[in-house]
């Protein structure tokens, strides 16, 4: 295995991080690079239990790695003592960098950030052998295969998916710890007016979240200490990208949260079961104390393709992420212009979605067709560099959890991409003329297209509801008022009230004038 050059990444660098006694022993590692870590834990063992006092210890551990073929190396090893009687540690990669956080080295920051992270979870990280309950472990599974999962095309999960996804939940059920899982999701609503009702969450977001928290109800039915779900909101991981302002990010989830505390409130509720956490409180920089006037932030500054009004705090969190964890852009623009298929798929994914995005945005109305196309492209070439730098970030802060995606995943694991819709009663259209027609090209019966990039999600479009209808529709904003346009329906909006869990959504009463159906739908 070929070991990271040091110009690269903290991410790229960090080999493995792991759990050991007071005495020295092993108890758990876990990285990409974790049996190197394992091979040769003798001699950073004798190192690290020399001064046994510490309760924070930074050493360079100079040892050989002949089986690996990587000779002579020199690592860097950090230690905190957890919360409880486990030391945990991280193993990286001496880098090249000059960046400064404050008074803190780049690595620095993110060896303090990850061991206080890790170190509050060390409970979870002791190796516990005895028996599993392995029915409750399979009704686990079972419960999220067949309610929460997408089922992607070239669905990988009874192949593998299945199994990475049992030994996860095996790991907290053999501990009878509450599972921990993960969604990066609900970033902010569409900046497009042809998309979305406004900037606020809606009924969308409203059935969304009451979905997480049933999953969750459900879960605990099958096992008492139940499951978390932490939304990591990605907001201000690509608002500047997308031209939406950071103040309007931190409203939506403002008020984002209100509306799951109200339906945390509700009878049988717990408001725990579905909690949040923005990049902001993953780097944990309210209560970091290293920046000030005489010792300021010490990186590149990000260029931004469209002009949006920054949040300092926002932007320096934006900074160190993509210093710390974005993979190299030059590797991106190599695998693009090489035309290598998933990733120029994803490129071009991006783009016809960020044309669609930013159609009607103010600063982007003025350009001809031909200019957005090129933006477009711009934004989403940062768009995938950002998604690759959260998703790394993710691992490295939370390495146990569950990772969920709201992306059209293949489900092999490490992620498995989720439905915030039942499908048994909404239905993604792509105009009113579907009505009554299901697409039958979808192997969730939600829709279908030939590069899905994100399953139908609430931030990208509105709900609509028909009079005399069962079912329950998610469409854009423009194909709503077309149908109204023309005559078809009266448009009525449901506001929204986030203190009684209500969120809003449009009611269509049908007028007398006979609808012409459409074959074409999806």
């Known amino acids: 295995m070929v070991l990271p050059a040091p110009t690269a990444s903290v991410y790229d660098r960090t080999l493995a991080v792991y759990i050991r006694s007071q005495d020295g022993n092993l108890l758990r590692c876990l990285g990409k690079y974790h049996e190197q870590i394992e091979s040769t834990w003798d001699t950073i063992r004798a190192a690290v239990t020399l001064d046994a006092s510490n309760t924070y210890q930074y050493l360079r551990v100079p040892f050989s790695d002949v089986k690996n073929g990587h000779g002579d190396i020199i690592l860097d090893i950090y230690e905190r003592r957890g919360d409880g009687t486990g030391i945990v540690g991280l193993a990286l990669l001496p880098g090249m960098s000059t960046y400064f956080i404050g008074d ?53 999960w009874e192949v593998k998916g299945r199994e990475y996804f049992t030994n996860r939940v095996r790991f907290y059920v053999q501990q009878n710890a509450t599972l921990q899982l993960c ?57 500047d990208c997308i031209g939406v302002d950071d103040e309007t990010v931190d409203e939506y989830g403002a008020r ?47 260029q931004h393709k469209l002009a949006t009004i920054l949040d300092n705090t926002a932007e320096i969190c934006r900074r160190i992420l993509v210093a710390g964890c974005q993979p190299p852009p030059e590797h991106l623009r ?30 982007t109305e003025p350009l001809s067709r031909s200019q957005r196309k090129k933006l477009a492209a711009k934004v989403s070439f940062d768009m995938i560099l950002r998604n690759q730098a959260y998703s790394n970030l993710v691992e490295l802060l939370l390495p146990d959890y569950i990772r969920l995606s709201i992306h059209a995943h293949d489900n092999s694991g490490p992620k498995f991409g989720i439905r915030l819709f039942d499908p048994e009663t909404i239905r993604a259209i792509t105009g009113l ?3 009554g027609h299901p697409d039958r090209d979808s192997s969730d019966g939600i829709i279908s297209a030939a590069h ?21 529709y998610i469409m854009k904003y423009g194909a709503v008022k077309e149908a109204v346009s023309v005559h078809k329906y009266d448009l009525v909006l449901v506001d929204h009230d986030e203190t009684k869990g209500e969120g809003a959504f449009i009611w269509l009463k049908r007028k007398r004038v006979p609808m012409s159906l459409s074959s074409k739908c999806g």
């Open 104 to 156: 803190q080295s780049l690595d620095q920051f993110f060896a303090d950030l990850i061991l206080k992270r890790i170190g509050a979870d060390a409970l979870n990280w002791q190796e516990i052998v005895g028996p599993t309950n392995e029915s409750t472990v399979t009704q686990i599974v079972s419960l999220f295969s067949d309610n929460l999962r997408h089922h992607a095309h070239n669905d990988q």
């Open 183 to 239: 969604l990066p999701a609900f970033p902010c609503k569409s900046s497009n007016p042809n998309k979305v009702l406004g900037t606020s969450p809606d009924k969308g977001e409203e059935i969304a979240l009451r979905r997480l928290h049933r999953f969750v109800q459900r879960a605990e039915d099958l096992y008492p200490p139940g499951a978390k779900i932490s939304i990591i909101s990605d907001g201000h991981v690509f608002s």
């Open 256 to 302: 984002l949260q209100q509306l799951n505390r109200a339906i945390s409130m509700e009878p049988g509720g717990k408001t725990d079961r579905v909690q949040f956490q923005s990049l902001v409180d993953l780097l944990d920089l309210r209560s970091y104390l290293g920046l000030t006037v005489d010792q300021p932030l010490k990186m590149p500054e990000l």
């Open 334 to 363: 190599a695998q693009i212009d090489s035309e290598e298929s998933s990733t120029l798929a994803l490129y071009r994914g991006f783009s016809r979605f960020m044309v669609e995005d930013l159609d009607r945005h103010p600063l």
């Open 433 to 435: 003329h579907c009505l």
């Open 452 to 472: 899905l990039l994100y399953i139908p999600t609430p931030w990208h479009n509105c709900i609509v509801r028909v009079d005399d209808d069962p079912m329950l």
